[in-house]
Nanobody, 116 residues
Framework: QVQVVESGGGLVQPGGSLRLSCTAS????????VGWYRQAPGKQRDVVAY???????DYSATVKGRFIILRDEVKNTVYLQMNSLKPEDTAVYYC??????????WGQGTQVTVSS
C-alpha cells in the first residue's frame, strides 16, 4: 500500500499564490507519474496538472500559464505552484500517484479557498 499525503491548502485572496505539496511512500522518479486533481462542490474530479516519469508536464486549459507542477528528488515531493488564483480555483485538491498502468493511489485531499 502506497501512502500519499497532500499539504499546503488554505485561504488565499484572488490574485494570490499557494503551493501544494504531495509526498508519497514510493520513489516518485520510479513510477509512471503524479497528477494533481481538484473537485469543487457538486462537480466531478478533474485533472489539473500531471508530470510523468520523464519529467514531461501537462496542464488543463483552465490553469495553463498560472499553475506549475514540479518535483524535488531530494524531498521526494511533487509540488503544485498556483499563481494568479481565482475564486473558481476553489476546490479540494488531490494528489494521485500512478505507480503503474493498473495501480494508483489517492491522497486525502487539501482544501483551497480563493476568496476576498
Amino acid at each position: 500500500q502506497v501512502q500519499v499525503v497532500e499539504s499546503g491548502g488554505g485561504l488565499v485572496q484572488p490574485g494570490g499564490s499557494l503551493r501544494l505539496s504531495c509526498t508519497a511512500s514510493v520513489n516518485i522518479y520510479s513510477i509512471y507519474g503524479v497528477g494533481w486533481y481538484r473537485q469543487a462542490p457538486g462537480k466531478q474530479r478533474d485533472v489539473v496538472a500531471y508530470i510523468n516519469s520523464a519529467g514531461s508536464t501537462d496542464y488543463s486549459a483552465t490553469v495553463k500559464g498560472r499553475f506549475i507542477i514540479l518535483r524535488d528528488e531530494v524531498k521526494n515531493t511533487v509540488y503544485l505552484q498556483m499563481n494568479s488564483l481565482k475564486p473558481e480555483d476553489t476546490a479540494v485538491y488531490y494528489c494521485n500517484v500512478d505507480v503503474s498502468a493498473e495501480d494508483n493511489y489517492w491522497g486525502q485531499g487539501t482544501q483551497v479557498t480563493v476568496s476576498s
